[in-house]
T-cell receptor
Framework: AAGVIQSPRHLIKEKRETATLKCYPI?????VYWYQQGPGQDPQFLIS???????DKGSIPDRFSAQQFSDYHSELNMSSLELGDSALYFC?????????????FGPGTRLLVL | AQTVTQSQPEMSVQEAETVTLSCTYD???????LFWYKQPPSRQMILVIR??????QNATENRFSVNFQKAAKSFSLKISDSQLGDAAMYFC?????????????FGEGTQLTVNP
């Protein structure tokens, strides 16, 4: 079965640089979620989109922005990167109707800020 | 705001034995969903089981089952016939059922070790 695709899988950036993380949801999934997981921590919700509109917003820094495109893929843009932004970033998606409450996670993007 | 608490940072079990992981949550909502996710060393988040709050029957998926006590706001995971591949971090998670696109709120996680 198709899964959530995230790219890149690994990313190394310097402080103050920018990064763009991409997420391609499972086909026929219209809702996308972004989470940040620091070392030894549980995932923390950043933001979600339903039908290309922001539907919920968590502790996302102002330096971060995200959007969902017409093909339902999503991008998380991160600017002025800080050492503390080093984390595993998950994208998850959920389907239209039926199982819409369940979120299926991608493999994550490991971001290291030096 | 909803909170999820996992009071067991670490648990261990012998292969083929049964283990129960605890989770409690706090909410004022009546419509919600509860989940257990597994995160092995690869750090992939894998759905184990889900429970709808309006259902009284406890969910079961093969060797995995839950004990959902709505009044006590408790949602424990039982793993029967434990296998080496069950070793992972297990996260309990809550999701509101009131709006589309609602976030998952996770507990702190329980690290499960399976001993051969």
């Amino acid at each position: 079965a198709a899964g959530v695709i995230q790219s890149p899988r690994h990313l190394i950036k310097e402080k103050r640089e920018t990064a763009t993380l991409k997420c391609y949801p499972i086909p026929r999934h219209d809702t996308v979620y972004w989470y940040q997981q620091g070392p030894g921590q549980d995932p923390q919700f950043l933001i979600s989109f339903y039908e290309k509109m922001q539907s919920d917003k968590g502790s996302i820094p102002d330096r971060f922005s995200a959007q969902q495109f017409s093909d339902y893929h999503s991008e998380l843009n991160m600017s002025s990167l800080e050492l503390g932004d080093s984390a595993l970033y998950f994208c998850a998606s959920s389907p239209v109707g039926g199982d819409e409450e369940t979120q299926y996670f991608g493999p994550g993007t490991r971001l290291l800020v030096l | 705001a909803q909170t999820v608490t996992q009071s067991q940072p670490e648990m261990s079990v012998q292969e083929a034995e049964t283990v129960t992981l605890s989770c409690t949550y706090d909410t004022s909502e009546s419509d919600y969903y509860l989940f257990w996710y597994k995160q092995p060393p690869s750090r992939q988040m894998i759905l184990v089981i889900r429970q709808e709050a309006y259902k009284q029957q406890n969910a079961t998926e093969n060797r995995f089952s839950v004990n959902f006590q709505k009044a006590a706001k408790s949602f424990s995971l039982k793993i029967s016939d434990s296998q080496l591949g069950d070793a992972a971090m297990y996260f309990c998670a809550y999701r509101s059922g009131e709006t589309s696109g609602s976030r998952l709120t996770f507990g702190e996680g329980t690290q499960l070790t399976v001993n051969p």
